[in-house]
């Protein structure tokens, strides 16, 4: 019997078209219905959470690739036995590119920049720059390390990797534990955050955390939202003692009416760090990868897992 997939793309339905696997195109944001029954499901993350508690309903399932590095918002809708396997390699790239992105917007000043180009203004700006900063990176998995690399040709003066506990990276340079953030955290110019949501990161960036934090100093968020403590850095950011540049925001999708979206010295990117058409094709690479093991009876054991 063919190995029944569901997959969110029709691209990704046509590189399945394999012996042993019967690909069924099925979106968990899109489609109105819940999914036919299936052995494989291989999604995105739902992008209204409500959605999310369709992975429990699909009869027959045994195994759930996410199209992302995120698992956690999947973890409490799993079934029991239904194993897990993420896009690790696929994404860490794409992400750290974006978050050098936001930095480099937000220092330099180009969204004032821009204002000034539409108002037809020429008027040179003084900016800041990741050459000489300090920089404190929360997060050392495989986009924190990617992060880092992609700094240091920019020669900042200090770049310390924070993680939950102290360690010597596989390239050499030390991360240090996360009691030890408050010795850093006041002298850090640029503060980025590449951890994962959990309930020891919950709101760790909070009313505390913001007020440690030097005056003008930059918070950059390609973690997830709900890491960050929304009122509290609302406050610092309508004051204009703190910057902010964020991909991803609590709650998500940001409401129109929200405030965060006219704060000063912030820049808001929609969850899209990972957008790039060369994450497409490598996290679809994966996808069809993982699914060939399962349709060849490999265990789970030898599919690339979690971190």
Known sequence: MALRVLVPWQHLAEQLQLPGIEPILWHINDDPEDAPPADVLVTERPSNPEL??????IKGLRHVHLLSLGYEWVL????????????????????????????????????????????????????????????????AGGVGSEIRSRLLPFKPAEITVIARTERVHEQGYKI?????LWAFLPLADVVIIALPHTKETEQLIDTQFLAAMKNGSLLVNVGRGPIVDTEALLAELQTGRLHAALDVADPEPLPAEHPLWNAPYCIITPHMAGDTHMFLDLVSQLAVEQVQALAAGDSIAELQVLP
């Open 76 to 139: 409490e809708h799993l079934p029991e036995k239904v194993s897990l396997t993420n896009s690790k390699g696929a994404v860490e790239d794409a992400t750290a590119e974006h978050c050098l992105a936001l930095i480099l917007a937000s220092l330099r000043q180009l969204p004032q920049v821009g204002k000034q180009q539409r108002e037809k203004k020429w008027t040179r700006t003084w900016t800041s720059s990741l050459h000489g900063s300090k920089v404190v990176l929360l997060g």
């Open 176 to 180: 240090h534990s996360l009691d030890r």
């Open 52 to 57: 999310r508690s369709r992975v429990s309903r």
